[in-house]
């Protein structure tokens, strides 16, 4: 009596990046929605048309348009990953590791002793001038 229930569903592809590796993911999904469009005639009372609450029809039409995006948003993956075990990146230099599993360094000298490295043994002891 008040309007126009609408049940329906839609699919869509989604394009986006890996999260851990920022490899291009393309998708799809389906979702479903379903939403009350009241007859817009209450355009003259106090209650705000332009309330998002509300769905309203337009004339004889709705626009889906809202409703599509945030169901569609809804169901987006809200950490995508290429796949669900993706290794990431190396540390190292950047490189994929789902493409090179057995990719590895030099053992890298920890970050926090690095410049000990640079430090030469000195010859004589200070504590003995001699
Ligand atoms: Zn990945
Ligand atoms: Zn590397």
Same mark, same amino acid.
Not at 60 to 68: F, G, S, T, V, Y
């Given at each position: ?38 007859? @817009? #005639?209450?355009?003259? /009372?106090?209650?705000?048309?332009? +309330?998002?609450?509300?769905?309203? &029809? ?40 789902? @493409? #090179?599993?057995?990719? /590895?360094?030099?053992?890298?000298? +920890?970050?926090?002793?690095?410049? &000990? ?14």
């Amino acid at each position: 009596m008040e309007g126009v229930l609408l049940t329906g569903s839609a699919q869509a592809g989604l394009a986006g990046e890996c999260v851990r590796c920022l490899e291009p993911i393309e998708d799809e999904t389906e979702v479903r929605f379903q939403e009350l469009f009241v007859y @817009d #005639d209450t355009r003259d /009372s106090e209650q705000n048309s332009e +309330d998002d609450e509300v769905s309203m &029809l337009q004339g004889d039409l709705l626009d889906l348009e809202p409703l599509l995006r945030d169901a569609v948003v809804l169901a987006l993956p809200f950490q995508p990953v290429c796949q669900d075990d993706c290794p990431g990146l190396c540390t190292e230099c950047g490189a994929r590791l789902a @493409d #090179d599993p057995d990719h /590895s360094h030099e053992a890298a000298i +920890d970050p926090r002793w690095a410049k &000990l490295a640079h430090l030469e043994p000195e010859q004589d002891s200070p504590r003995d001038p001699d």
